[in-house]
């Protein structure tokens, strides 16, 4: 077992949710789908206000009747047998929450993970480029991913971030990360953002504390981390 797999048994496993059957998570990641492309709708649309007003009441009754049955807490799929998670409806990566654009995380051979993603005007920050935030939660999940691929996962502790150019939205985006140190509890990685011409918009460090309660101490952090578990 990993490092990786060890934490995850820790702590992702200390407060039990029902998990996901594979037919549901396939029909939930098409809803998802079909959301993304109606909130982009809904951000550029011109349609009059009569029609807007139509609509929204058509989307309200949508919700109605998804909340029919509700869950307390988002949705997990077991990996294997053994207690592992995947976090379904990760903010970044979650193929079923219509807020993750979503980005889907690569690990790579040199023990590093990468990503290809395209960002569209729902994230627009400056006028036609990403927003700051937008850039850093990409990175956030990207560093914790890389960590996690290093066999030391943890929370973040630190994130600095350097804007160095504006990053375009609507056009093939890269970011690629990974581990530079570990020491203890902390691991330090690095991770970029690059245009389609390649060049580095953002830049990222960050230093994650794996918790005690994760730490093999037989206790537990008492909450499941926001992480997307590392795919298979
Ligand atoms: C947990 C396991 C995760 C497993 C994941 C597995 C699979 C993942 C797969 C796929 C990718 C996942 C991707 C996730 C990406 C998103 C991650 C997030 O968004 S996380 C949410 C935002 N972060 C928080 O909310 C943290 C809040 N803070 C805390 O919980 C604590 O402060 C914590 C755990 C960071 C540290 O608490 P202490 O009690 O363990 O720390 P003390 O024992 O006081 O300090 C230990 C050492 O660290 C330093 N330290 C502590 N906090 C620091 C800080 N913020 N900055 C700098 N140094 C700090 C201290 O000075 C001390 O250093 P000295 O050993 O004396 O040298």
């Known amino acids: 077992m990993s490092g990786t797999d060890a934490v995850?048994?820790?702590?992702?496993?200390?407060?039990?949710?029902?998990?996901?059957?594979?037919?549901?998570?396939?029909?939930?990641?098409?809803?998802?789908?079909?959301?993304?492309?109606?909130?982009?709708?809904v951000v550029h649309t011109a349609v009059d206000p009569a029609e807007a007003a139509a609509v929204a009441a058509e989307v309200a009754a949508l919700a109605a009747r998804l909340n029919a049955a509700r869950r307390a807490e988002p949705p997990i799929a077991r990996i294997g047998g053994n207690g592992l998670v995947r976090q379904l409806a990760n903010p970044v990566s979650g193929a079923l929450n219509p807020v993750a654009p979503p980005v889907e995380i690569e690990f790579t051979p040199d023990g590093g993970v990468r990503t290809a993603f395209t960002l569209n005007g729902v994230y627009e920050g400056p006028p036609s480029f990403v927003h700051g935030g937008v850039s850093a939660m990409v990175l956030d999940q990207l560093l914790g991913a890389a960590a996690a691929a290093n066999g030391t996962p943890g929370m973040t502790a630190t994130l600095e971030l350097r804007y160095r150019r504006p990053t375009p939205w609507g056009?093939?985006?890269?970011?690629?990360?990974?581990?530079?140190?570990?020491?203890?509890?902390?691991?330090?990685?690095?991770?970029?953002i690059a245009g389609p011409d390649g060049r580095t918009t953002v830049e990222a460090t960050a230093m994650f504390i794996m918790p005690v309660g994760a730490h093999g101490d037989g206790g537990s952090s008492g909450d499941v981390a926001d992480g997307d578990a590392p795919r298979g």
Do not use: C, N, Q
Request: positive net charge.
């Open 171 to 192: 056009v093939p985006l890269t970011a690629t990360a990974k581990v530079s140190r570990a020491e203890g509890r902390k691991t330090w990685a690095d991770a970029v």
């Open 8 to 41: 995850m048994r820790r702590v992702f496993a200390v407060r039990e949710r029902e998990a996901m059957d594979a037919a549901t998570e396939a029909a939930l990641a098409g809803l998802a789908a079909r959301v993304r492309e109606l909130t982009e709708a």
